[in-house]
T-cell receptor, first 117, second 111 residues
Framework: ARKVTQTQTSISVVEKTTVTMDCVYE???????LFWYKQTASGEIVFLIR??????ENATVGHYSLNFQKPKSSIGLIITATQIEDSAVYFC??????????????FGAGTQLIVIP | NSKVIQTPRYLVKGQGQKAKMRCIPE?????VFWYQQNKNNEFKFLIN????????QIDMTEKRFSAECPSNSPCSLEIQSSEAGDSALYLC?????????FGPGTRLTVL
C-alpha cells in the first residue's frame, strides 16, 4: 500500500497567485519527517521544505509554506506569489524514524504544476 | 542546493550488457541512497549505505544489481546484465541530519 498519496496529477495557475498541493501519508511511527521536493524539466530534484512530526508550527521557507494537519495525516504545500520558474513536478515524501532502512524516503506520485503567464 | 555528483548523466546499453554509474555524495554526509525513478515518475528505493556498509537493499538489487561505497572513492551502482525494464533515471542521494539531497541522476536507456 502506498504510504504517501498525492491525488492531484496536474495543476495550472496564473503567475503571481497562490497554489496549494495536497498530500496525505500513512505511518504508525510516532516520529517522522515530511518533505517536499520539486523536479525540474531537466530531471534535477531540489529539496524545498521539511516538517518534523513533533512540531506544531507549520514550516515556512521563502515563498513555500506547509499546512500540517497531523490528525488528518495531511501535509499540504502552499506556494505564494507563484513564478514561471515554479513550473515543475512536486513530490511529497516521508521518512519514518523506525530506522529499518535508516531514513529511506517514501514518495508520492507527484503533482505537475504549470504556471501560466 | 545539492552538491551530489553523479556520472555519467546518460548511459545507453544493450540488453545483457553491464551498466555502471557513479556518485560522489555531499561531503560529510554519511548515508547514501540509490533510487530508481521510472517513466511514470515512481520512485523505487534500491539500496543505502552508511560509511561504506550496506544498510538495506531490496530483492531486485540483490540479484542483478551490485553497489558499493568505498572510502575515498565514489560510490557506484552496477547492473550486471541490463534488461529493457531497467531503463530509468537512477538517483543518488546523500543525507546529512534530516534532508536527502539528490544528484542530477544517470538516465539509463537499455536498447
Amino acid at each position: 500500500a502506498r504510504k504517501v498519496t498525492q491525488t492531484q496529477t496536474s495543476i495550472s495557475v496564473v503567475e503571481k497567485t497562490t497554489v496549494t498541493m495536497d498530500c496525505v501519508y500513512e505511518t504508525r511511527d510516532s516520529s517522522y519527517f515530511l518533505f517536499w521536493y520539486k523536479q525540474t524539466a531537466s530531471g534535477e530534484i531540489v529539496f524545498l521544505i521539511r516538517q518534523d512530526s513533533y512540531k506544531k508550527e507549520n514550516a515556512t521557507v521563502g515563498h513555500y509554506s506547509l499546512n500540517f494537519q497531523k490528525p488528518k495525516s495531511s501535509i499540504g504545500l502552499i506556494i505564494t506569489a507563484t513564478q514561471i520558474e515554479d513550473s515543475a513536478v512536486y513530490f511529497c515524501a516521508m521518512r519514518e524514524d523506525r530506522g529499518s532502512a535508516l531514513g529511506r524516503l517514501h514518495f508520492g506520485a507527484g503533482t505537475q504544476l504549470i504556471v501560466i503567464p | 542546493n545539492s552538491k551530489v555528483i553523479q556520472t555519467p548523466r546518460y548511459l545507453v546499453k544493450g540488453q545483457g550488457q553491464k551498466a555502471k554509474m557513479r556518485c560522489i555524495p555531499e561531503k560529510g554526509h554519511p548515508v547514501v541512497f540509490w533510487y530508481q525513478q521510472n517513466k511514470n515518475n515512481e520512485f523505487k528505493f534500491l539500496i543505502n549505505f552508511q560509511n561504506q556498509e550496506v544498510l538495506q537493499q531490496i530483492d531486485m538489487t540483490e540479484k542483478r544489481f551490485s553497489a558499493e561505497c568505498p572510502s575515498n572513492s565514489p560510490c557506484s551502482l552496477e547492473i550486471q546484465s541490463s534488461e529493457a525494464g531497467d531503463s530509468a533515471l537512477y538517483l543518488c542521494a546523500s543525507r546529512g541530519v534530516y534532508e536527502q539531497y539528490f544528484g542530477p541522476g544517470t538516465r539509463l536507456t537499455v536498447l
